[in-house]
């Protein structure tokens, strides 16, 4: 054996004590990966079991909740409800307080001046009936009377082409288009004699005929009739109507200062019976009355003195009149009004 192989007695060799060392550095590196595991495991594992935990609890919760409540429960949620009126009403209390404050009268009385308030629809009807009616009671008289005419024996005799009310109708109208003389009448003999024999230059001997038979057989309608062609022919809203459609205003004022204020006009009346003079007077007034209420009395007639001779007249000879206190109260009036 080499020498330098031998064994020194008391010494260890170097190989031996590092791998000693190696050992222990691993054993001690083992161990601590050992611990940083537990602690990591056990660390990890605490949350996620707290966080399963909730929902255990949220679904036993749920569990109760749906389960029936116990008699306590009962007891308890009905005591809860007795309090609950005391709440609700004090906050209707509240709403209606508020209510008020909003809907104050001055609102509820602008609204209701804002809405427009129609009729009630039996007033418009009675309003429209009460129109209609005022024209159609004078126009149904009317159509009356003519009827009548047209059945009399006395008519036939006249040999009309047409009806009367056709035939007195184009008449008028005619008569009317050719007003008599009314101002400077008593200035020439000629003018005088012209206003005279007006009626039987406008129409003819034929009409002037039928008009006196008509005014002798007719003399209880003869009221009525002027009394219906006066309301139409100065009614505005019966302007429309067959009797008054046409018929010029200006034209009838011309005749009753013909009858009024004129040596012709006067003596055809005196011509007539008494009842028929005084009411076609009467209406001859009514009309120059009129046109003095619309500024109109263009030819200046005043009717203080007609007034006062047939007050006087109707007064002693009037009472065969069917309407001699209507006349007579109206002239009154006038009587007052022109003093």
Known sequence: MDPSEEKIPGKTSLPNKKSKLVIAILAFVSLAAIAAGSFYFYSGQTPTETDQAAPDS????????????????????????????????????????????????????????VMPV??????????????????????????????HLDSQPYMAGFKLNTTSKSHFS???????????????????????????????????KNNILMMKGILDNEKGSIEEILSSYYFLLTTPDCSMT???RGIDRDALYEYACF??????????????????????????????????T?????HGIALKTPVNMLIAEMETGGS???????Y???LYDLKEKYQ
């Open 58 to 113: 949220v679904t036993t919760e749920e569990q109760k909740s749906s389960e029936p409540p116990t008699v306590e429960e009962e007891i308890i949620d009905q005591s809860a409800q007795a309090d609950l009126p005391l709440t609700v009403s004090s906050t209707e209390e509240q709403n209606s307080e508020r209510l008020d404050q909003k809907i104050t009268p001055t609102t509820v009385d602008e609204e209701l001046a």
């Open 118 to 147: 129609p009729l009630p629809e039996f007033k418009q009807k009675t309003q429209a009936t009460e129109a209609i009616s005022s024209c159609d009671k004078p126009t149904q008289q009317l159509d009356k009377f003519y009827k």
């Open 170 to 204: 184009a008449l008028s109208k005619k008569l009317l288009a050719n007003p008599p003389q009314v101002t400077r009448e008593s200035d020439d003999l000629y003018t005088i004699l012209k206003n005279t024999a007006h009626f039987f230059r406008v129409s003819d």
């Open 242 to 244: 067959t009797y008054a």
């Open 259 to 292: 009858f009024l204020n004129t040596m012709g006009g006067r003596l055809y009346l005196f011509r007539r019976d008494s009842l028929s003079r005084m009411v076609v007077t009467y209406y001859a007034i009514l009309l120059v009355d009129l046109a003095n």
């Open 294 to 298: 619309e500024n109109n009395n263009r």
């Open 320 to 326: 065969a009149l069917k309407q001699s206190e209507t």
């Open 328 to 330: 007579l109260d109206k």
